[in-house]
C-alpha cells in the first residue's frame, strides 16, 4: 500500500486528473476527455522520467496548493505557469516549468496561475493515483465518470501518489509555447448551409473566446453567421474540434469533453495540428480562422507530431 | 448502403446513409457499427452510429482518411444486428411530481391525459442511437397523435431518471442535464453503470423498449 499522497489545502478553479484519453466509449455517450494540451501533458510525465499512459493533475488559471505527505517525489510542471515550492522549513522558491524539482515531506507546491494561458500540467514520477474506467482515469465531470467520482477536486481532498520515492534524475528543456495566428481548419459537413456572406465573415473577421468556454466546449462571440438552409440537422455524432452554429449565429468549437452527439450545422472543423494551441486561448482573446485542404491538414499534423516527438527524446 | 463518404476533420469519416430516418436505415448502420467493432481496425478510435450517419474518428498518427476510408469499402459486412437484439422493460410513475409537460402536451395536442399515456404505453420502441450524455438512449417512432416539438425555453435541469418526448422520439435522461423535451414520468432503474464496464449501458442501439406503468410507491421502494 503506498501511503503518500497530496493533500489538497486550496483546490484551484477546475484540478482534475487526466491521461491521453478514454477511446471507443463515444457510442455509450462516452466522449474522449484526456488531457487538453496533448503535448504539454506529454512533456511534464518525459520529464520525470514516464512513458506510459499516466494520471497528470490538470489544471486551469489558478491551480492548486498541495502539500506532500509521507514521500519524496521527482514532479515537474508544464505550460505557461507561475508556481512556488514552499519548502517544510516554510523558505519559498520561485517554481521553473520545464525542469523537474524534487519535493519532500510537508513541501508544498503553490501554483498560482497559468499565464495568457488556460490550461497546465503537473507531473510526478510514476504517475499520481488515478481511478480507471475503460482503461483511462480522465475526469468527466458530466458523465460523473474517471478518477475522483469524474468530479473537481476540493479542498481537503487528497490526492495519492503510485509510487512513494522516485529515482531522482533531474531533468530539463528549453521550450516555449507559441502562438497562432489563425485557427487552421477544414469545411465541416454542412459547408454549404451557410451564406456565401457568411462563409466571408467567417472566414475574414475576427471573433472572441467567450467566458462560456471549459473542457466541454469554447464559445465564439462575433459576427453573426447567416444559415440559409435549416439551423437543425439530425443529431448526429461529433467529434472535438467540430465548429458547430446554432440558430443564434455564434460558433462553438467542441472541445475534449463535448457531448458525444450533436444537432447543430457545422461550418467547419480544426485541424488536428491546431488543437493543442487552440484549448489554450483564454476569454477575450480574438481569432482568426483559415480554411485549408485536408492533405495540408495532414501535412502539418505529421510536423506538428514530429516535433513533438523531437522535444520528448531531447528529454532523453 | 453507405450512400456517401467524406471526411468530418482531419481524423474522422464521415459515412453519409441519406436523410431519412427509419428503422431499416439505422439498423443498417447498427450492423455496420458492430461488424466495425468487431474488427477493431488499427487505428481507430471511436464510432459513433446515429439515425443516419456513422461517425468513425481515427488516431492520425496511426492511419489517415484514403487508407481508412478504402477499408471501410471494402469492408465484408457479417449481420450482427440481430444477434444481440433484446426487449428492455422500463417502469415509468407518470405521477405529477414527474409529468411536468403533461398538461402542456395535453393542450397543444388537444388530447386527453389518458388518451397520451395509452398512447405512449402501447408501444414497443425502437433504440436508434445512444449518447449525447452517458448511455441516454434515442428511441422511436412515437405514436403520430403525441408528437409535439421541444420546448420553446429548454429546461436548465431536467432531473435524471426523466422520460421525455418530442417529435417522433421518445428518451430517457440518464443524468440530471439541461434539456428541452417534453417531459411525462421518470424510472427508478438505472440505464447506465460506469461500474459495470462490459455493458455499462441498459439499452443499447437496436434494442427494443417496453414502458411499463408503476405508482408512485412502487416507483420509491424501487430495488435495481
Known amino acids: ?316 | 448502403m453507405i450512400k456517401n463518404i467524406i471526411n468530418l476533420g482531419d481524423a474522422a469519416l464521415y459515412c453519409d446513409f441519406g436523410a431519412e430516418v427509419n428503422k431499416e436505415i439505422n439498423s443498417k448502420i447498427i450492423n455496420y457499427f458492430k461488424n466495425l467493432k468487431k474488427n477493431k481496425i488499427f487505428g481507430v478510435t471511436n464510432i459513433t452510429p446515429s439515425y443516419n450517419k456513422l461517425i468513425i474518428s481515427f488516431d492520425l498518427t496511426k492511419i489517415n482518411y484514403e487508407k481508412l476510408k478504402d477499408k471501410i469499402i471494402n469492408i465484408e459486412l457479417d449481420d450482427l444486428a440481430k444477434e444481440t437484439k433484446k426487449i428492455v422493460k422500463v417502469p415509468v410513475c407518470v405521477d405529477d411530481e414527474f409529468s411536468f409537460d403533461l398538461n402542456r402536451l395535453s393542450e397543444k395536442l388537444n388530447l386527453g391525459l389518458e388518451k397520451i399515456l395509452e398512447s405512449f404505453f402501447n408501444k414497443e420502441y425502437f433504440c436508434y442511437m445512444t449518447g449525447f450524455i452517458a448511455g441516454m438512449p434515442f428511441l422511436g417512432d412515437i405514436d403520430r397523435k403525441i408528437r409535439l416539438k421541444r420546448l420553446e425555453t429548454p429546461r436548465v435541469k431536467v432531473p435524471k431518471g426523466s422520460i421525455g418526448i418530442t417529435e417522433q422520439f421518445c428518451n430517457i435522461y440518464t443524468y440530471e442535464s439541461p434539456g428541452g423535451w417534453n417531459i411525462i414520468g421518470n424510472t427508478p432503474i438505472k440505464v447506465f453503470d460506469k461500474l459495470n464496464e462490459n455493458n455499462p449501458a441498459t439499452i443499447n442501439p437496436g434494442d427494443n423498449v417496453r414502458f411499463y406503468k408503476i405508482n408512485k410507491s412502487e416507483y420509491l421502494n424501487w430495488n435495481d
Open chain 1, 1 to 316: 500500500m503506498i501511503k503518500a499522497y497530496f493533500e489538497i489545502l486550496r483546490p484551484g478553479i477546475n484540478s482534475t486528473l487526466q491521461d491521453e484519453g478514454r477511446a471507443h466509449q463515444n457510442h455509450i455517450g462516452v466522449p474522449f476527455s484526456g488531457a487538453m494540451d496533448n503535448r504539454n501533458y506529454l512533456i511534464s510525465n518525459y520529464l520525470v522520467g514516464n512513458k506510459s499512459n499516466l494520471a497528470s493533475l490538470e489544471f486551469a488559471y489558478q491551480g492548486p496548493l498541495l502539500k506532500l505527505k509521507l514521500g519524496q517525489v521527482l514532479a515537474a510542471i508544464t505550460g505557461n505557469v507561475t508556481f512556488n515550492i514552499i519548502r517544510n522549513n516554510l523558505t519559498v522558491e520561485e517554481g521553473v516549468c520545464y525542469q523537474t524539482f524534487k519535493l519532500n515531506p510537508d513541501d508544498q507546491i503553490d501554483i498560482i496561475s497559468t499565464n495568457k494561458s488556460v490550461y497546465g500540467y503537473f507531473s510526478v514520477q510514476k504517475g499520481l493515483k488515478g481511478d480507471y474506467y475503460w482503461k483511462s482515469c480522465s475526469v468527466n465531470t458530466k458523465a460523473k465518470i474517471g478518477s475522483n467520482e469524474g468530479e473537481k477536486f476540493s479542498i481537503n481532498q487528497k490526492i495519492y501518489l503510485n509510487q512513494s520515492e522516485s529515482e531522482f534524475n533531474s531533468k530539463k528543456i528549453d521550450y516555449s509555447n507559441l502562438k497562432i495566428e489563425f485557427i487552421r481548419v477544414l469545411k465541416g459537413t454542412n459547408f454549404n448551409f451557410f451564406s456565401e456572406k457568411a462563409k466571408k465573415t467567417f472566414f475574414s473577421n475576427e471573433f472572441t473566446v467567450s467566458k462560456l468556454t471549459d473542457r466541454m466546449g469554447m464559445r465564439l462571440e462575433g459576427s453573426s453567421i447567416e444559415n440559409i438552409v435549416d439551423t437543425n440537422i439530425r443529431s448526429e455524432g461529433l467529434i472535438k474540434g467540430v465548429i458547430q452554429v446554432p440558430a443564434d449565429g455564434m460558433p462553438i468549437i467542441m472541445l475534449s469533453d463535448h457531448g458525444t452527439i450533436g444537432g447543430y450545422p457545422k461550418i467547419s472543423v480544426v485541424i488536428s495540428a491546431d488543437y493543442d494551441k487552440l484549448v489554450q486561448l483564454t476569454p477575450g482573446t480574438k481569432i482568426k480562422f483559415k480554411l485549408i485542404e485536408l492533405s495540408e491538414a495532414e501535412t502539418l499534423f505529421k510536423i506538428y507530431n514530429m516535433e513533438t516527438e523531437n522535444i520528448l527524446n531531447q528529454i532523453n
